[in-house]
């Protein structure tokens, strides 16, 4: 978590995907009036007033919450003044546009083991992800085993910056995307099914 104080009476919370799953969030369904989602954000709010001495329980607040397309988002908490919101509650506000994109690709991520599968279909799960899943695994002649997960992707409309755009980037931290187009030929003929479908929602089952 990355917390700037803009100003006195403003706040950036920097989420990573890491805190998105510890907070259980995800910024395409966060809503203030949602139990769990308002303690969730009580609590970063408790732990960004001990380092930074915002203390956003004094009076009324905005919450502006922004996509990131690592796969964590950026939180903006302002303090209001009295002429600017009559109503006691805090005023809460999603922006879930995210980087445009022109059309749907498949991505092969590799991973060394089965926990760092399962958390990433945890997350992916966790963020919405519907679109056609495939896990498989290879065992290789030194005795090594590796993981892969086939899923859909939004191809942004960048392409000299695709690395840093990429709305799954936060995968990476767990595994390696691996960039070859034939990877996926290279599965269905030499690797063996874990799900031949619905690999995200199944696996993210066996991590509950």
């Not at 100003?7 to 369904?29: A, H, I, Q, S």
Request: with cysteine; proline share 4%; charged share 30%.
């Amino acid at each position: 978590m990355e917390l700037n104080l803009i100003r006195e009476d403003k706040l950036k919370v920097l989420l990573t995907p890491f805190d998105m799953m510890k907070y259980e969030l995800t910024c395409e369904k966060l809503d203030y009036e949602n139990t769990e989602t308002r303690k969730a954000i009580w609590s970063i709010l408790d732990y960004a007033k001990h380092e930074t001495g915002f203390d956003a329980a004094i009076g009324k607040i905005r919450i502006e919450v922004y996509p990131e397309k690592s796969g964590g988002c950026a939180i903006y908490i302002t303090k209001l003044k009295k002429s600017e919101n009559p109503s006691c509650e805090p005023m809460y506000e999603t922006n879930a546009k995210a980087a445009p994109v022109s059309k749907k690709i498949t991505a092969v991520y590799e991973f060394e083991e089965t926990d760092s599968l399962i958390r990433v279909c945890r997350f992916l799960s966790h963020r919405g992800y519907h679109e056609e899943s495939h896990a498989f695994f290879e065992c290789f002649s030194e005795g090594n085993i590796r993981y892969f997960l086939q899923i859909t992707e939004n191809q942004p409309s960048y392409p000299k910056k695709t690395k840093y755009l990429r709305e799954n980037l936060f995968i990476e931290e767990f595994g390696i995307r691996l960039e070859s187009e034939e990877s996926k030929f290279y599965l269905s003929e030499h690797a063996t099914p874990i799900c031949r479908k619905n690999a995200v929602e199944t696996l993210a089952a066996l991590g509950k």
